[in-house]
């Protein structure tokens, strides 16, 4: 009877275990198809508009980080208005701010190259965002969001970007 309850336990256990490993794997994902306008900040005034067009999936993970693939257009920035360029965030667990890559007929490109930094905040449902150009100019849908990204995060060129002082203030809901 020992050898019985024993044998069950471990079955259990990896029955557990390959269901755990299924839901690892099953993504649930969310169309998304928006344009959100914002605003440019430079030297922390306004100095223009632009809007953002996104078009692709977000997609959630159990176990793994939130992720965004699509188009990612940015109106005033001349290099994300490319056709075929894919653009992908991904929401980063262990930190609060985003990081976001991109990618054009297979090849990946540094955000830089593109003309933004290549670490932004964005909120789950990707409303509320701001991101730094590597002209230091900061494109935001509100105050909230400028202001965290002017106080913690800055390019220093060269595919470099500091963050400083974060401790969970980076959070846009």
């Not at 067009?53 to 940015?74: L, P």
């Not at 701001?130 to 494109?139: D, K, N, R, V």
Request: with cysteine; proline share 1%; hydrophobic share 40%.
């Amino acid at each position: 009877m020992n050898g019985i309850s024993k044998a069950k336990i471990i079955i259990g256990i990896i029955a557990v275990l390959a269901a755990l490993w299924i839901i690892d794997r099953i993504p649930f994902s969310q169309k998304i198809d928006q344009t959100i306008n914002a605003d440019i900040y430079k030297d922390g005034a306004v100095i223009g508009e632009t809007s953002v067009y996104m078009n692709g999936s977000k997609t959630r993970y159990i176990f793994r980080e939130d992720s965004f693939v699509g188009e990612f257009r940015i109106s005033s920035v001349k290099q994300t208005n490319i056709d075929d360029l894919q653009t992908e965030i991904r929401w980063r667990k262990d930190v609060n701010f985003q990081r976001i890559s991109h990618f054009y007929k297979g090849d990946f490109s540094p955000s830089d190259e593109r003309e933004i930094a290549y670490h932004m905040l964005i909120s789950k449902n990707m409303k509320d965002f701001a991101i730094l150009t590597t002209e230091q100019e900061i494109i935001a849908t509100s105050e909230k969001a400028y202001r965290l990204c002017a106080d913690h995060l800055s390019y220093e060129g060269d595919r470099k970007m500091a963050v400083s002082d974060i401790d969970g203030k980076l959070t846009l809901k």
